[in-house]
């Protein structure tokens, strides 16, 4: 066995619990590489377990739950984005987001005046980016329809992945299909769960990120998400970690623990009472213990956050 980002063979079992993938009870376990730091899974899912597993057992519940909270996510999201617009001279143009679920953040991109399109899965997240929001999205996994050409090489100016390329079995293959349809100096924008995070590191397996290893294949480090964005042919312009509210060490550790009684207690009463103050307290400690993200914009200066980002541009051909 070695690792799947750096090729080193210094792996080790990274916990001892097993998971099955439904449907066929293929078993799948946690590696950690002491290279590079990533976290991966073996064996690497097949892309028809992953097809099936999406298909049939994935909770796509949980998105129609929280798209109140979405809704913030994706507006924060653009207004933090659009922060980096001059500072790295990403020119308004033609705009894709990979992975645009319900289009929520593609919305706000459209609204500023960006050309946009979104490519997804087909299904009733999909459904509502075409019909509520009026927004052109193509169905489909991404190889497959850069190979169909219904989308096109140096297409884009700017690409953004928001938490896709750890759910990908090949993420260098991924990256690369992602730098194909950059145009020239065009910038991609990277966000998946740090595997360095401080949630990670106190809750390991229990992190409220990392899940089952068919659902979130790979946890990148720092190191290792920058060592494929340049196996990928990209030049790495930034990278930085943040918390967000779905995923802040300070309810996850301390706050969470002390609520499952309670919890549990008035979902027996009301199942809608129960999500609305576990997610109210979600967002309360976030917007309490993190004012210098997302009222003073600005980013976490250590590898501790939740989320880690990287932004990247094209390298072309002839350059030295």
């Known amino acids: 066995m070695k690792c799947h980002i750096c090729d080193s063979i210094l792996i080790r079992s990274w916990c001892d619990r097993l998971w099955l993938i439904p449907g066929n009870q293929q078993e799948f376990h946690y590696f950690n590489c002491s290279e590079c730091g990533t976290v991966f899974c073996d064996p690497l899912p097949k892309g028809l377990e992953l097809a099936a597993y999406y298909k049939d057992h994935f909770n796509y519940s949980w998105f129609e739950e929280h798209l109140p909270f979405k809704k913030i996510q994706a507006a ?117 769960p740090n595997a360095e995070a401080l949630g990670m590191k106190l809750m390991r397996e229990d992190w409220i990120w990392c899940q089952p290893p068919y659902v979130h294949v790979t946890h990148f480090t720092e190191k290792s998400l920058a060592l494929l964005a340049r196996r990928s042919g990209l030049n790495i312009l930034a990278t930085w970690t943040r918390d967000t509210w779905d995923a802040h060490p300070f309810f996850d550790v301390y706050v969470a623990p002390r609520m499952v009684r309670l919890l549990n207690r008035l979902r027996r ?25 997302w009222l003073l914009g600005r980013e976490r200066t250590d590898r501790l956050g939740s989320e880690l980002l990287l932004l990247a541009e094209r390298i072309q051909p002839n350059a030295k």
């Not at 999500?275 to 976030?286: H, K, P, S």
């Open 76 to 192: 924060h999201r653009w207004q933090r984005i659009a922060s980096l617009f001059h500072k790295y001279n990403i020119r308004q143009g033609r705009l894709l987001d990979v992975g645009c679920g319900h289009g929520l953040f593609l919305s706000h991109a459209q609204r500023a005046r960006w050309s946009t399109v979104g490519i997804d899965y087909q299904s009733l997240a999909t459904r509502h980016a075409r019909e509520k929001l009026g927004l052109e999205v193509v169905e489909g996994d991404l190889r497959t329809v850069i190979l169909e050409d219904r989308l096109k090489a140096s297409q884009f100016d700017f690409v953004t992945a928001w938490h896709c390329l750890e759910h990908v079995p090949d993420p260098l293959n991924y990256l690369e299909e992602i730098t194909m349809v950059l145009g020239p100096s065009g910038k991609v924008l990277i966000a998946v």
């Open 269 to 293: 009463l009301s199942t809608r009472a129960a999500f609305w103050l576990e997610e109210g307290m979600r967002l309360a400690c976030y917007t309490a213990s993190c004012p210098n993200h």
